[in-house]
């Protein structure tokens, strides 16, 4: 059952966030906010922001869309659709934020082999995942590696593998960071 | 692994169909869910089963009571396996599944263990699932827990327990409330999300206690916050403290804005974004606080990200709206403020916007748009223009109405481009649109042809082509009436005929209707026309429509030319397509009342007194998107509408025509028991004051309401008349009316103090029944003023050079006036206008940032029909002593003499006070300018600087107040017409449809 979001009103909140395929169906869906009461709303929700940024090409950098007195960040790979969704007057760079963050960490999960199949493949992972970034619309986490992190600690079962998986997380990091720093 | 994850179908061929889940179903899964109870528990196989569960709940699967339940106690049998992550799936099934309270108890113990457990993800976990399902008798078992674990030394742990206080403050606030020591602890913490979570509870705990936020605020921002989230969280508290405490300081800096402003220059975007939109949300930001805000958010629009771009122009956007209706601000004062200041702060990021319209992303596109097209200036209209057309196509209705009452708005200001606008207008009129779209561009032409009179023609005829192809009745028979007053005006009537009698031949009933009142007014109207309109009025006698054959019946007989029925030629029009001298209400009312008799209804016995009056009260401070700059077509419409009022009362007859209504002006804070305004209508030789009282207390019922008004400042006027108010009741508005003399022509000024006198009555909330026996009561208002700019009638020309040089150089006077130090040019220049209260034209009200100089162009009527055209230049130097050349030209050099002496009296009637008492200094008066130059000749420095040092004893004026009134006013002004503009012709076709058949049937034989 969601927490009431609306007397929140100064700390950012997150309303849902959605992992469709390329048909508009669903992947994963976790929403945070009492604004689509019930599961046709959702669906007309989700039908609507997938039809409206179904041309757009959010496949290098994160889009953005406002409707409804929503708005919506996205961002594409392969068949998989990423969005987050705020109320209209939230910060719209932490929105973004947000997406990254959950972009990357299922990059990382999925070893950058992000695609429909293996998403679902690694569903529990995908809902892990998303757990550790939103708790009932609060963000708990932004940062890819970390969320990334606390997921896979769990993949893992030996102590060895867990360090391993530490060095690994820290390249992958390690690697972002100069990725991103190159982009500047 | 037990079992693969996937159920292998033989008809894999397509392999975009292949899915993990493929075929899955619930019953099977929950038959599945059986192995939780095994002794051995396989936790691989578990925690798959629990996967499909999880799938099945977010694919929108429901489980039934029994279902749901059944599988949480499965689950909760889980609990057993040391697996970490079966524990992890166990959790978030617990949240999927929310049980019910008494179900609760049986996993209560297991996770209060796991909360204590030495792995700090169960720990972190455990307290998010248990804070989820709990209740307020469990929350105080575990509370102690809780208020360790936000302390914790493992962020995760602290976190987890931070985020579950937020939600449980919505709950259970007593208990969390407790805890705010150790929330304060870790807003301390070194760890950076830990913070940022401590700082929303923390603040939520406290957001009652103004001095507790003020006090947090006043302490971290001192200090080092570390995470960008924490830094827009504080940005947000740091600005509701302004806001809060900017009621106190009227003067000197704003607490905290260096911290916003050093906010700006962040590493992270998010916090500089969240800086610059704080920013220009301030109440009464200044321009000086503006700009660095503008800087980064410009900076912003040519970012390659589309989110920056977005986030950078909906602020911009939004600057615009709000100085246009002062939306989010609380003060009367800040809405001056930020009318006056934003759209030119704005106007330096026109380069970078433009480059947004051809933007990818739909959104940021329109947003440029419509932010363009309110800062635009004169010389960018006819590219942009060209732009739009490009775009309209791809957008969508609601987006399209947004650009094309912006356009309306640009069109008004700039009424010299009305071509382009107007064949913008109707290209769109001719493209594909639902009705709210095209009733949009319908009332914008219609607009457009009432304010610029140039524009008539070319937009009758555009109009005239819609209605050829048009879908939706109400548009047709709007525009056919509109038609009807105005057609018969221009050069060649005849060229309508056509399109009006196709309408009779082509359309549906209703329309038909209309098109022969149509005909019968170009008829009426135009002479020559006459014997051609019959014939076509004879055929129309032949229709299958009943109504339309009246119609036709009705006018060929009262307008034949025999004139056998009605009296005189003028009576017969008079009679037709006259003003009904009653209002349409109380015509309703009595219809609905008259029960069939052989007494005939009788016109004359619906009371012509106005019970409520709808237009002016009805404000629409959400109606969009209306011009900045725009007012011209506010008053000529709601002085229609007054008019119609007063010439409804017949004491006011004699008084002449009604020169000028001025918008309301509140005489009561809001949220008063009794809220009045009044409306000061200005005539020739009298001025009556409209008070329009409202009563806000149920409980009552107020009787012979007047206003006793006291006269004794103002010397040339005295009182004629009264006209009180029968009954006011609870929230329905009504009007008492008081009459003075005044010397004929002359503007003449005064000061009058009022009180609002009546008789209370208590009513019984529950029947609505009032007491027989009343108390005399009465109610101080606030004064009001008759101004010298009352006088003046906010009329535009549309080529001010043509008309300037049309006027005779005889009657030009001009002067030269110091004002003091100023703050900007832009601030003089609004204050004048508002001074002398005419008409800017041509766009020159706006001045341009940082120039120098500035010339404006001014034109209106003065009272007794004067024109009269002001060119007035305004120079600024380095110290920001402003100086200011006045040239008058109108049709009597008397009142070009009068506009002086205004403008030199400006200062008496701007009252209040400035904020920093910059607005030093005075007009000068041209009795003292005489001497003063002469003084000025002696020193002959031919600066402006020194002109200025003479004013004498300086005086604190102020534009603040009367520029936000007349910003204000615009809105409200424009608001009015574009409703009034709607509803009168609506409620005129909707009367001339009811009110037809019974004039012909009382007429007739």
Redesign the interface.
């Known amino acids: 059952m969601p927490f009431p979001v609306s007397a929140r009103d100064s700390c950012p909140s997150i309303k849902n966030i959605l992992l469709l395929d390329s048909e508009g169906k669903r992947v994963a869906v976790k929403y945070y906010s009492d604004d689509w009461p019930s599961l046709s709303a959702k669906l007309a929700f989700e039908k609507s922001v997938f039809t409206k940024t179904q041309k757009t090409n959010a496949r290098t950098e994160a889009e953005i869309v406002m409707f409804d007195g929503y708005i919506v960040v996205y961002k594409f790979i392969q068949d998989l659709h990423f969005f987050v969704t705020g109320g209209d007057d939230e910060n719209e760079l932490i929105l973004a934020t947000v997406l990254q963050g959950f972009f990357d960490a299922v990059g990382l999960l999925l070893r950058n082999n992000v695609d429909k199949r293996t998403a679902l493949e690694n569903l529990d992972l995908i809902l892990l995942c998303l757990d550790e970034i939103i708790d009932g619309g609060i963000i708990l986490e932004t940062e890819a590696s970390v969320i990334a992190g606390k997921v896979a600690t769990h993949g893992l079962d030996g102590a060895a593998s867990l360090s391993e998986q530490t060095i690994s997380q820290a390249l992958a990091t390690a690697r972002e960071h100069l990725a991103r720093s190159l982009l500047k | 692994m037990a079992q693969p994850?996937v159920k292998k179908d033989d008809d894999l061929d397509e392999e975009e169909e292949?899915?993990?889940?493929y075929g899955i179903e619930k019953g099977a899964v929950l038959q599945e869910a059986r192995v939780f109870h095994d002794p051995q528990l396989d936790a691989r196989r578990c925690?798959q089963v629990?996967?499909k569960l999880?799938?099945l709940l977010?694919?929108?699967e429901?489980f039934t009571k029994v279902e749901a339940t059944e599988v949480f106690f499965a689950v909760t049998k889980l609990f057993q396996s040391k697996d970490?992550?079966l524990?992890?799936?166990v959790?978030?099934m617990i949240?999927d599944l929310?049980p019910s309270a008494d179900e609760v108890i049986i996993v209560t113990s297991s996770l209060m263990k796991d909360m204590n457990s030495k792995t700090d993800?169960y720990r972190a976990n455990a307290i998010?699932v248990l804070c989820?399902i709990t209740d307020s008798t469990l929350l105080t078992q575990i509370e102690r827990y809780l208020k360790q674990a936000i302390v914790d030394k493992n962020p995760?742990v602290a976190?987890?327990a931070l985020?579950?206080g937020?939600?449980l403050l919505?709950t259970n606030s007593e208990i969390v409330k407790r805890w705010s020591n150790e929330v304060q602890e870790a807003v301390q913490s070194r760890a950076a999300?830990v913070q940022?979570?401590a700082l929303?509870l923390l603040?939520?705990i406290r957001?009652n206690d103004r001095l507790a936020v003020s006090k947090l605020v006043t302490s971290l921002t001192k200090g080092s916050v570390r995470s960008?989230?924490a830094q827009?969280?504080l940005i947000?508290?740091t600005s509701?403290v302004i806001r809060e405490s900017s009621t106190n300081t009227q003067a000197g800096e704003r607490p905290f804005f260096d911290y916003l402003e050093s906010c700006l220059r962040h590493k992270s975007?998010?916090v500089v974004?969240?800086a610059a939109?704080a920013i220009t949300e301030l109440s009464g930001v200044t321009s000086r606080e503006l700009t660095p805000a503008i800087t980064v958010l410009q900076l912003f629009l040519s970012s390659?990200?589309?989110?920056?771009r977005?986030?950078a122009i909906?602020t911009l956007n939004k600057i615009i709206l709000s100085s246009m209706y002062g939306f989010n601000e609380q003060s009367r004062f800040a809405k001056k403020m930020v009318a006056s200041t934003h759209p030119l702060a704005v106007t330096n990021c026109n380069i970078d916007m433009e480059s947004l319209i051809s933007d990818?992303?739909r959104?940021i596109a329109t947003l440029a748009i419509t932010t363009l097209l309110k800062t635009g200036n004169e010389s960018s209209v006819d590219r942009l223009m060209k732009q739009i057309t490009n775009f309209m196509s791809d957008i969508a209705d609601e987006f399209k109405i947004v650009v094309v009452e912006a356009i309306r708005s640009l069109c008004l200001k700039f009424p010299l481009k009305y071509r382009s606008m107007m064949n913008f207008l109707s290209n769109i009129l001719r493209e594909e649109g639902g009705f709210d779209y095209k009733k949009a561009i319908v009332d914008s032409i219609v607009i457009l042809i009432r304010d610029i009179p140039d524009a008539k023609e070319i937009g009758l005829f555009h109009l005239c082509e819609f209605i050829e192809d048009c879908e939706f009745t109400y548009l047709s028979t709007q525009i056919l009436h509109f038609l009807g007053n105005e057609g018969p005006k221009t050069s060649d009537p005849s060229k309508y005929i056509r399109y009006i009698y196709n309408r009779v031949i082509l359309e549906n009933a209703t329309v038909r209707a209309s098109a022969v009142s149509t005909l019968a007014k170009f008829g009426a109207m135009v002479d020559s026309l006459k014997p051609r309109i019959f014939v076509l009025l004879r055929r129309c006698l032949f229709d299958s429509d009943d109504e339309v054959r009246d119609r036709a019946t009705l006018y060929l007989n009262t307008l034949g030319t025999d004139a056998s029925v009605g009296g005189t030629d003028e009576d017969v029009k008079d009679f037709l397509f006259g003003p009904l001298d009653v209002p349409l209400v109380n015509l309703e009312t009595s219809l609905r009342n008259y029960e069939a008799s052989d007494i005939p209804f009788d016109i004359n016995l619906v009371p012509k007194e106005v019970k409520s009056q709808p237009l002016a009260e009805k404000k629409a401070p959400g109606k969009k998107a209306i011009g900045l700059g725009a007012p011209p077509s506010g008053p000529t419409t709601v002085v229609d509408a007054y008019e119609k009022l007063l010439s409804s009362i017949s004491e006011f007859s004699s008084f002449g025509k009604l020169f000028k209504s001025c918008s309301p002006m509140e005489l009561t804070e809001p949220e008063t028991e009794y809220a009045v305004n009044v409306v000061k209508h200005i005539f020739d030789g009298h001025v009556v004051f409209q008070y329009n009282c409202t009563n806000t207390i149920p409980e009552q019922l107020l009787e012979k309401v007047t206003v006793f008004v006291d006269a004794s400042e103002a010397e040339e006027f005295s009182e004629v008349l009264t006209k009180p108010l029968r009954s006011l009741p609870y929230d329905s508005p009504g009007q008492t009316f008081v009459a003075f003399e005044k010397p004929e022509g002359v503007p003449a000024i005064g000061k009058f103090s009022n009180l609002l006198k009546f008789v209370v009555k208590e009513v019984d909330p529950a029947t609505g029944e009032a007491d027989e026996e009343g108390v005399e009561d009465e109610y101080q208002l606030e004064d009001l003023e008759i101004v010298a700019a009352d006088y003046m009638l906010k009329v535009g020309v549309s080529n001010f050079k043509n008309a300037w040089e049309n006027m005779d150089p005889d009657n030009e006077r001009i002067d030269e006036y110091g004002l003091g130090v100023k703050e900007s040019l832009a601030e003089t220049v609004s204050a004048v206008i508002d001074i002398v209260g005419m008409q800017p034209c041509e766009g020159t009200e706006v001045v341009p940032n940082n120039s120098r100089s500035h010339t404006c162009l001014l034109s209106g009527i003065f009272i007794g029909n004067v024109k009269v055209l002001v060119r007035v230049s305004f120079g600024i130097d380095g110290s920001k002593q402003v100086a200011m050349k006045l040239a008058v030209r109108s049709e009597d050099p008397e009142i070009s003499e009068k506009i002086h002496e205004i403008v030199a009296e400006g200062k008496s009637s701007v009252k209040g006070k400035w904020r920093s008492g910059r607005w030093i200094g005075e007009m000068i008066t041209r009795s003292k300018l005489v001497e003063q130059l002469r003084e000025y000749q002696i020193r002959s420095q031919h600066k402006w600087g020194a002109l200025a040092a003479f004013s004498p004893k300086p005086q604190m004026a102020t534009r603040r107040g009367c520029l936000c009134g007349s910003y204000i006013c615009f809105g409200i002004c424009l608001a009015h017409t574009i409703l009034l503009c709607s509803t009168l012709l609506q409620t005129l076709h909707d009367f001339s449809g009811s009110c037809i058949p019974w004039n012909s049937s009382s007429n007739m034989p």
């Open positions: 994850f292949y899915s993990p889940f925690s629990i996967t999880l799938y977010n694919q929108g429901t970490t992550v524990r992890r799936m959790y978030l949240k929310s993800m998010r989820r995760v976190s987890a985020v579950s937020v939600h919505q999300l940022f979570h929303a603040h939520q957001q960008p989230l827009c969280l947000r508290y509701q975007e998010m974004f969240e939109r390659s990200k589309p989110v920056l977005f986030a909906r990818q992303n959104s």
